[in-house]
């Protein structure tokens, strides 16, 4: 904690209980990572929750927003129970967990809100995948909504970017490549 700032030698170090010398370099807040895959459980040959919060930390990141893409996802109040027990022991930095949107993150059947809300979730995606199904995601956002959830989908729809590597046009076309159309506003 920032108790005091001075120009350099002009603090006496007896009012803090260490001080430190800053000159030139950045004194920020912590900043909040709000999509970080921490795999565990289920993938830790990917990332641990230790591993991933001791690089934040590092980096200046005192806080992870954690997608829900552990195995098995975090679709239930028993997963984000499981995995806040891991973040208790093992994180080195505030951990929040987010739920799916969808049961077992597969875009089919909608996740039961109110048993992730009751786990302390408040935030609901499905991380890198967006369901196909419109209606759904309509529902959806409207049962986030009502009980106070941020809910955050991906920006794009997988039946339009699927296999794409660039957006359409001369050149996509010239090099007989998949385009991904722009989002536009007229």
Request: aromatic share 4%; glycine share 10%; charged share 20%.
């Amino acid at each position: 904690m920032i108790t005091a700032k001075a120009p350099a030698g002009t603090l006496l170090e007896s009012a803090a209980e260490r001080a430190l010398d800053a000159s030139g370099k950045l004194v920020l807040p912590g900043l909040f990572d709000i999509h970080a895959h921490l795999c565990q459980p289920g993938r830790e040959d990917k990332e641990r929750v230790a591993t991933a919060t001791a690089a934040a930390l590092h980096g200046g990141v005192t806080g992870l927003m954690a997608m829900p893409d552990t195995e098995p996802v975090m679709d239930n109040a028993a997963q984000i129970t499981t995995f806040m027990e891991i973040c208790r022991t093992d994180a080195l930095v505030e951990v929040i967990p987010s739920g799916c949107l969808t049961k077992g993150d597969g875009g089919e059947e909608q996740a039961s809100y109110d048993s992730l809300r009751a786990k302390g979730v408040r935030f609901i995606t499905d991380g890198d995948r967006a369901p196909d199904n419109m209606l759904l995601l309509y529902r959806a956002m409207q049962y986030a909504s009502n009980l106070n959830l941020t809910f955050a989908l991906r920006g794009d729809v997988p039946s339009l970017t699927a296999r794409a590597a660039m957006h359409p046009g001369t050149t996509s076309y010239r090099l007989g490549l998949m385009g991904s159309p722009p989002v536009r506003r007229k």
